[in-house]
Nanobody, 123 residues
C-alpha cells in the first residue's frame, strides 16, 4: 500500500509563490513516476505537471509552463511543485499523483492520490 502525505498549500496574493511537497512510501520511491493535478470548484481534475522516475523528464500543462517547476528528491522520497507568479485562476485543491507506470496526464490513469492541499490565490 502506498501512503502519501502532502503539505505546503495556503493563501497567497497574486504574483506570489508557494511550494508544495508530497512524500510517498510503500515501495522504492524511484519506482514511481510522480505528478500533480488540481481541481477547482465545479471543474474536473486537471493535469498540472509530472516528472519521470529519476527526474530526467518533466512535462507541464500549458497554463503553468514557465511559472511552475516540478522536481523530486529520491533520497527524501519527496516530490515538489514550486509555483511562482501565481494567479487567481491557479486557485484549486492540488493533488499529488503516483504512478507505477510511465508519466500520465490523465486523471483516471493515476494509480494513487494524495489527500489534496488547498491553494488559494487572492487578487
Amino acid at each position: 500500500q502506498v501512503q502519501v502525505v502532502e503539505s505546503g498549500g495556503g493563501l497567497v496574493q497574486a504574483g506570489g509563490s508557494l511550494r508544495l511537497s508530497c512524500a510517498a512510501s510503500g515501495r522504492t520511491f524511484s519506482s514511481y513516476t510522480m505528478g500533480w493535478f488540481r481541481q477547482a470548484p465545479g471543474k474536473e481534475r486537471e493535469f498540472v505537471a509530472a516528472i519521470s522516475r529519476y527526474g530526467g523528464s518533466t512535462t507541464y500543462a500549458d497554463s503553468v509552463k514557465g511559472r511552475f517547476t516540478i522536481s523530486r528528491d529520491n533520497a527524501k522520497n519527496t516530490v515538489y511543485l514550486q509555483m511562482n507568479s501565481l494567479k487567481p485562476e491557479d486557485t484549486a485543491v492540488y493533488y499529488c499523483a503516483i504512478n507505477l507506470g510511465g508519466i500520465t496526464t490523465i486523471a483516471r490513469r493515476v494509480d494513487y492520490w494524495g489527500q489534496g492541499t488547498q491553494v488559494t490565490v487572492s487578487s
